[in-house]
């Protein structure tokens, strides 16, 4: 049996089919929820719960929060040479010789001050009913993962971060895009555990780039295993633009350039056929 998946709009102002990624911002009020109640996010979680109720055994809903990780170095590599230069020659080094980006660059100054400012809406937020999603993944590479720290830091949870192989950018020719190894991410982010299988060497990064169509099969991949296994109608990923996209090409909806650092939520809804 296979799982198609769509979204379900008219929660978020990220929503709408004309909806301006850049006049939206990286982090809007209450990340974009339309409703400015004082209770709006019980509100909104006994929605999903309703959904999910009044479904048939084969359809379920849940409500997603996509991070972007904060800008790191390679996204100052490429605008600094351009994205023509950087696809066809930048990118393929390790650096610059002033800049370093490759491999696995860690977050700039101001990409950790995005990560900050999603930490300070998020605290805003839980006091209007705003909790820490029972399920949180994010995507093996270090700047997805220092947004990941900084994003909760203080914040009350009860949830383990997971790391899932499948939520990292598109990879390959890059450098930017090439993991570090299990023993060095488990040594510097102790408080992360590992998805089951998870690999002590980068097995997929290879010299030829990714396509977008494949980076959308292993987003699927990431929907289908969370539908399949997890209970939790809440679910954090903080990642990459490229695979966040591939999310979208999964639920049928349009390209979205979210800015770094930026949060994208979406009600994902699920029918198994």
Same mark, same amino acid.
């Given at each position: ?37 004082? #209770? ?18 084969? $359809? ?43 491999? #696995?660059?860690?977050?700039? $100054? ?37 947004? !990941? ?17 499948? !939520? ?7 450098? !930017? ?10 040594? $510097? ?9 998870? $690999? ?23 929907? #289908? ?49």
């Amino acid at each position: 049996m296979l799982r198609s998946y769509s979204t379900i709009p008219g929660f978020f102002a990220q929503d709408d089919l004309d909806a301006d990624p850049s006049a939206i911002g990286a982090v809007p009020p209450r990340f974009g929820l339309k409703d400015n109640s004082e #209770d709006r996010w019980n509100k909104l979680h006994e929605k999903i719960q309703r959904l999910n109720a009044e479904a048939d055994t084969q $359809t379920s809903y849940k409500l997603f929060l996509f991070g972007r990780h904060g800008e790191g170095y390679h996204n100052v590599g490429e605008a600094k040479y351009g994205t023509r230069a950087w696809d066809d020659y930048w990118s393929k080094l390790n650096g610059d010789g002033e800049i370093v980006w490759g491999p #696995d660059p860690k977050l700039t $100054t101001l990409g950790e001050e995005q990560a900050q400012s999603v930490n300070r809406e998020w605290k805003i937020e839980s006091k209007y009913g705003l909790s820490v999603p029972p399920t949180r993944l994010v995507s093996p590479m270090t700047r997805a993962m220092q947004t !990941c720290r900084l994003t909760f830091n203080g914040v009350r949870t009860e949830s383990t971060v997971v790391i899932v192989e499948n !939520c990292r950018e598109e990879y390959g020719e890059h450098t !930017c895009d090439k993991r570090r190894s299990k023993t060095w991410i488990s040594t $510097t982010y102790p408080e992360f555990i590992f998805e089951e299988g998870f $690999t002590e060497e980068d097995e997929l990064w290879t010299t030829e780039r990714e396509s977008h169509a494949h980076c959308a099969t292993r987003a699927k991949s990431v929907l #289908d295993m969370i539908f399949d296994t997890d209970k939790n109608d809440f679910v954090s990923i903080i990642a990459h633009g490229g695979i966040i996209n591939g999310f979208l090409a999964t639920t049928g909806r349009m390209r979205y350039a979210l800015p770094t650092g930026g949060v994208l939520p979406l009600v994902i809804k699920s029918v198994l056929a």
